[in-house]
């Protein structure tokens, strides 16, 4: 591999980090609450399928914290106190 390789080969990997970037902020500003939820579930089912016993663990505790997290949001916006 030559200087001139390499120099291509990471103006290429820039080039498509580039890329990606504009096309996620894309695909975020269009994504609607309903979307993202579903993403979430379908990643989080994912992971409980290949994950081992202790990842499992951890993945449970992951989602339980952000239920707790999104609860207290939405009883903060509907003015709820616990």
């Known amino acids: 591999m030559t200087g001139e ?18 096309e996620r ?3 975020l500003r269009d994504l ?4 993202a939820f579903r993403e979430y ?5 994912t992971a409980e399928v290949i ?4 990842g499992k663990a951890a993945i449970e505790a992951s989602k339980i914290r ?6 207290a949001k939405f009883d903060r916006a509907g003015g709820r106190k616990r």
Not at 51 to 54: D, F, G, I, L
């Open 5 to 22: 390789d390499l120099r291509k080969y990471i103006e290429g990997h820039a080039r498509a980090g580039e890329i990606t970037r504009v």
């Open 66 to 71: 952000f239920l707790l997290v999104r609860r």
């Open 32 to 35: 609607t609450a309903l979307d």
């Open 51 to 54: 994950a081992s016993p202790r």
């Open 41 to 45: 579930n379908e990643l989080c089912d």
């Open 25 to 27: 902020a894309r695909r």
